[in-house]
């Protein structure tokens, strides 16, 4: 798999490290305006860092495009020409539609549109993705790269945005429950690497075992809360303070934030 990855930023370069960690490539571009902070991982053989976006769609089959969505459009008429049909156009660009895409590039083309989360970079993303038409016979081929990288799941194109609330911002989201419980730790007496430690191991054994056993939250809750004891009362209490509702709350607002930006 050659693979370019265009805009290496936060989130490329989070794919970039998802994908060494995988082992997911015969070769990798990188590419950014300046190259300063992404020079080291030519460290690794198989990549190259570049600023030249049209060297990078050259010498690879899967393009993955990150960069902000106001660079998007000038990127892609900048590599248009290069397109064939060995090339897979895979964008992660927030709010950026397969039509406005095809408008660019041509209906010709396979459009994948993902979203990703930052926790690419350890392999561990949940990551939506959506084609047009023609990239319906890629699907399988992106699936393939980023299950490699974690979990993905099909949409269709209308539940991207709240995709981007639920698994992009949504790292952010759960970062501040573990900082929080990090946080009631360091009270109870725990030093706060320790109080760390047994925060974020236990957010993820929580996600374990519904993965893992695909029961329903509230079941997992009934083994966990003896009556009279002490996790029905702290967990009533954080309900009476409204952690489900300002959780949902919150979710409601940044998909408001993201239906607003799209329209501006
Ligand atoms: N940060 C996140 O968790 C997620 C971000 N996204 C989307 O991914 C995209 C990138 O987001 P971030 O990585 O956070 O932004 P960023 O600003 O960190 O990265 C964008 C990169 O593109 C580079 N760039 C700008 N013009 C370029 C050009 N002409 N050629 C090559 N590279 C160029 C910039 O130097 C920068 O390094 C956005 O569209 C965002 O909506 C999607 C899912 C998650
Ligand atoms: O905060 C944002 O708007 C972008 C989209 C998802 C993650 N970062």
Redesign the pocket.
């Given at each position: 798999m050659k693979i370019a990855i265009i805009g290496a930023g936060n989130l490329g370069l989070s794919i970039a490290k998802g994908v060494l960690h995988s082992n997911g490539a015969t070769t990798m571009y990188l590419t950014k305006r300046n190259l300063d902070e992404i020079k080291n991982f030519e460290k690794y053989g198989n990549v190259t860092v570049t600023s030249d976006n049209r060297e990078a769609v050259k010498h690879s089959d899967i393009l993955i495009f990150a960069v902000q969505p106001g660079h998007f459009q000038a990127i892609l008429e900048q590599v248009k020409d290069l397109l064939t049909e060995k090339h897979v156009v895979i964008s992660t660009i927030?709010g950026f539609s397969i039509s406005k895409m095809e408008e660019t590039i041509g209906s010709d083309k396979y459009i994948i549109r993902s979203?990703p989360?930052t926790a690419i970079s350890v392999s561990n993303s949940m990551t939506c993705i959506c084609s047009n038409e023609l990239g319906k016979k890629r699907i399988d081929l992106a699936k393939a790269i980023f299950n490699r990288m974690g979990h993905s799941l099909e949409i269709p194109e209308e539940q991207m945005q709240a995709a981007?609330?639920i698994c992009?911002?949504g790292i952010?989201f759960w970062m501040r429950l573990i900082r929080a419980t990090t946080q009631g730790a360091i009270q109870l007496g725990f030093d706060a690497k320790e109080a760390q430690e047994l925060a974020m191991h236990t957010c993820n054994g929580a996600a374990n075992l519904l993965i893992e056993s695909g029961t329903h939250p509230e079941e997992e809750i009934d083994r966990v809360t003896t009556p009279k004891g002490c996790t029905i009362e702290g967990l009533n209490e954080m309900e009476h303070q409204g952690l489900s509702s300002s959780l949902i709350r919150g979710i409601v607002t940044s998909f408001e934030?993201?239906s607003q930006?799209r329209k501006g």
């Open positions: 927030t979203m989360n981007t609330v992009a911002s952010a934030k993201i930006i």
